[in-house]
């Protein structure tokens, strides 16, 4: 099983451009989310979903729009970049929203913004 | 309000126990979770205690949970170099069960 797949890894991105962010996942999980991760911040949710069809904000959304049109894909596009943008982001998938499931990661992508 | 607190780094010889600590605010808190990052990868859920439970061993893992003071722990025995990675201490809101709060995470290296 490939588990939570981000693409792409790495990427340098211009003040103001626009950019999305892959995740797709394989094992049918109906909740996914996105955090991004800054120094000594530790993970702060961005959005997530609950279902195709179903998006909800997280704790920092500006700036930030997703969408689930199926269950396996759950993209998170930068409108316009700056370079308070610049983290590294993580996708995440659960079983569903049930407290205890555990989150499945994917392995990030680096994000900078000059 | 809602956070959670690590120290940030954590120095331990190998072969000794690491013990990391976590500091919560939501007593309500239902799950609390350990996971573990290692370098260029995303988080692997280590382990994770529910909120009735005081104490929970799995292999060289023991994590503890004092409710009154709001405090979580996780022991490493005979910590390996293996072992050298950032740990997270999460806790789920009970408000909002899809919503898991982070610490900023302990930096656990190894001294041979």
């Known amino acids: 099983n490939a588990g939570v797949t981000q693409t792409p890894k790495f990427q340098v991105l211009k003040t103001g451009q626009s950019m999305t962010l892959q995740c797709a996942q394989d094992?049918?999980?109906?909740?996914m989310s996105w955090y991004r991760q800054d120094p000594g911040m530790g993970l702060r949710l961005i959005h997530y979903s609950v279902g195709a069809g179903i998006t909800d904000q997280g704790e920092v959304p500006n700036g930030y729009n997703v969408s689930r049109s199926t269950t396996e894909d759950f993209p998170l596009r930068l409108l316009s970049a700056a370079p308070s943008q610049t983290s590294v982001y993580f996708c995440?998938?659960?079983?569903?929203?049930?407290?205890?499931?555990?989150?499945?990661f994917g392995d990030g992508t680096r994000l900078s913004i000059l | 309000g809602e956070d959670v607190e690590q120290s940030l780094f954590l120095s331990v010889r190998e072969g000794d126990s690491s013990v990391i600590n976590c500091t919560y605010t939501?007593?309500?808190?239902?799950?609390l979770y350990w996971y573990k990052q290692e370098p260029g990868a995303g988080l692997q859920l280590l382990t994770y205690i529910f909120s009735n439970m005081d104490m929970k061993q799995d292999q060289r893992l023991t994590v503890l949970l004092n409710k009154k003071d709001k405090h979580l722990s996780l022991r490493i025995a005979d910590t390996q170099t293996g072992d050298s990675a950032i740990y997270f201490c999460a806790e789920t809101v009970y408000s909002s069960a899809s919503k898991i709060i982070f610490g900023s995470g302990t930096r656990l290296s190894i001294r041979p």
């Open positions: 939501d007593s309500s808190s239902t799950y």
């Open positions: 995440a998938s659960a079983v569903n929203r049930g407290e205890g499931q555990p989150q499945h």
């Open positions: 094992m049918n999980h109906e909740y």
